[in-house]
T-cell receptor
Framework: DQQVKQNSPSLSVQEGRISILNCDYT??????FLWYKKYPAEGPTFLIS?????DKNEDGRFTVFLNKSAKHLSLHIVPSQPGDSAVYFC???????????FGGGTRLMVKP | DSGVTQTPKHLITATGQRVTLRCSPR?????VYWYQQSLDQGLQFLIQ???????AKGNILERFSAQQFPDLHSELNLSSLELGDSALYFC?????????????FGSGTRLTVV
C-alpha cells in the first residue's frame, strides 16, 4: 500500500524553464510534507517543507503547493538550472519528529 | 558533510552471511531512522530509535535488527542475507520535533549480496 506516490519517474526540462514535480498521498492523517533532493552516491538532502495549515511555501527558486482536498502537492522550480538535475522525493509525516513516508522519486533532468 | 556518518560505504558479502551497518547521528540528534532503498525504488522505512529506545517499526524483516547505544550511535544488523537484500541502506537523524528540516541523512551504505 503506497501512501505517497510520485507517478512520474522522470522529467526533462530545458534550462530556465519551470520544473513541476507532483506527488499524491492517500493518508488523510498526514499533516506535514517535505521534498528531498538526492544526487548519486549521496544521501537525500532536505529541500523545502509545508505544513497542512498552509497551501504554499516558497524558498528562493523553490515553491511547494499543497492541495489538501485533492491530497496533492507539487514542487515548482523556477528557473530550472542544470545543477537541479537529481532525484526528488516527496515525503509525508503524521506529526513532527515522526517517521517519514517517502514517494518513489522523480528523476529531474535539466538540459542546458 | 551532513553530520550523519555511515560506515562502511560499500559492503559485498555472500548469501547467508551476516553484516552490521553503523550510523553516527548528527551531534545533538536523539532520533535515528533506518531506511532501505532498493534499485529504482523509494525509501522504505525500517525502524526508528529515540534515545536508545525503539520508537517505531516499519517494513523490517525478522532477519534484520537494530539498536541504539548510549552514545546514540546505531547499528543495523542484517542476517541470513539473501540476494534481494542488496540495496542502499540510509540512516537519518533528527531532533524530535524538528518540523522544518525533517531528517538529516547519511550518505548510505551500499550492500551487495552475491
Amino acid at each position: 500500500d503506497q501512501q505517497v506516490k510520485q507517478n512520474s519517474p522522470s522529467l526533462s526540462v530545458q534550462e530556465g524553464r519551470i520544473s513541476i514535480l507532483n506527488c499524491d498521498y492517500t493518508n488523510s492523517m498526514f499533516d506535514y510534507f517535505l521534498w528531498y533532493k538526492k544526487y548519486p552516491a549521496e544521501g537525500p538532502t532536505f529541500l523545502i517543507s509545508i505544513s497542512s495549515i498552509k497551501d504554499k511555501n516558497e524558498d528562493g527558486r523553490f515553491t511547494v503547493f499543497l492541495n489538501k482536498s485533492a491530497k496533492h502537492l507539487s514542487l515548482h522550480i523556477v528557473p530550472s538550472q542544470p545543477g537541479d538535475s537529481a532525484v526528488y522525493f516527496c515525503a509525508a509525516s503524521g506529526n513532527a519528529g515522526n517517521m517519514l513516508t517517502f514517494g518513489g522519486g522523480t528523476r529531474l533532468m535539466v538540459k542546458p | 558533510d551532513s553530520g550523519v556518518t555511515q560506515t562502511p560505504k560499500h559492503l559485498i558479502t555472500a548469501t547467508g552471511q551476516r553484516v552490521t551497518l553503523r550510523c553516527s547521528p548528527r551531534s545533538g540528534d536523539l532520533s535515528v531512522y533506518w531506511y532501505q532503498q532498493s534499485l529504482d525504488q523509494g525509501l522504505q522505512f525500517l525502524i526508528q530509535y529515540y534515545n536508545g529506545e525503539e520508537r517505531a517499526k516499519g517494513n523490517i524483516l525478522e532477519r534484520f535488527s537494530a539498536q541504539q547505544f548510549p552514545d546514540l550511535h546505531s547499528e543495523l544488523n542484517l542476517s541470513s542475507l539473501e540476494l534481494g537484500d542488496s540495496a542502499l541502506y540510509f540512516c537519518a537523524s533528527s531532533v524530535v520535533g524538528g518540523i522544518n528540516y525533517g531528517y538529516t541523512f547519511g550518505s548510505g551504505t551500499r550492500l551487495t549480496v552475491v
